[in-house]
């Protein structure tokens, strides 16, 4: 099938049914996690007490808006958590979805900006490294030239991260338009720390659930 001659217009992903999209451009996303709470919660048995829960629930939420926070500060598109049953384990982990544009470069002899090509940007990806821990790849998703990126990330408490996290980035060129880059950011805790046996399952889901990305034209 011949590529459409304009840019995609959206994404699709094949999420499980227990992750939740928040979107952050549209709508109410405090409304939205208060809502994803609630219906958490309500799940919890009657017998347990409401005066053990409800400081649980207000600090799920607190922490769920502070995410969202700095989804936003990062000028996000989506974030997606995942949301599990009560009783059964809540993973540590989140994808934030959001767009990069790039600068063009300048033209030979004057003629002007042009846009980057996206063979050169991804080169320049995984040629500037420069020995600091970050592992990158590059290959394609769906069609389009793709470079992955995979690091550990410190704790940070001023900025509520309390602790070290795995971080994968899946930076895409949008097909026809090579100023713009689709970004999807995964991150998680493990099971406390981000090398562990659970986290090395949630990057391998991670890379999994990246092969059924695909682009859409509406």
Do not use: C
Request: aromatic share 6%; charged share 25%; glycine share 8%.
């Amino acid at each position: 099938m011949a590529e459409p001659p304009s840019p995609p217009t959206g994404y699709r992903l094949l999420l499980p049914s227990d992750w939740v999209q928040i979107p952050l451009r549209q709508g109410d996303a405090e409304q939205a996690v208060r809502d994803i709470v609630a219906s958490a919660f309500a799940r919890v048995p009657a017998e347990v007490p409401r005066d053990k829960l409800t400081p649980l629930r207000l600090e799920l939420e607190r922490r769920l808006l502070a995410v969202v926070g700095d989804a936003r500060r990062a000028e996000a598109l989506e974030l997606y958590l995942p949301m599990r049953l009560a009783g059964e384990v809540n993973l540590g982990a989140s994808i934030v979805v959001s767009e990069a544009r790039l600068p063009a470069r300048p033209g030979a002899k004057g003629e002007g900006r042009h846009p980057s090509d996206p063979a050169e940007v991804a080169v320049q990806l995984i040629s500037g490294d420069g020995g600091t821990g970050i592992d990158l790849s590059s290959g394609e998703v769906d069609g389009a030239l793709a470079v992955r990126r995979e690091r550990i990330a410190p704790a940070d408490p001023e900025r509520g991260a309390g602790s070290a996290t795995r971080r994968v980035d899946y930076l895409v060129s949008v097909p026809r338009d090579p100023t713009r880059w689709f970004v999807a950011a995964f991150s998680t805790i493990g099971g406390g720390d981000p090398k562990d046996d659970l986290a090395d399952a949630l990057v391998e889901w991670f890379d999994a659930l990246m092969t059924t990305f695909r682009w859409s034209w509406t």
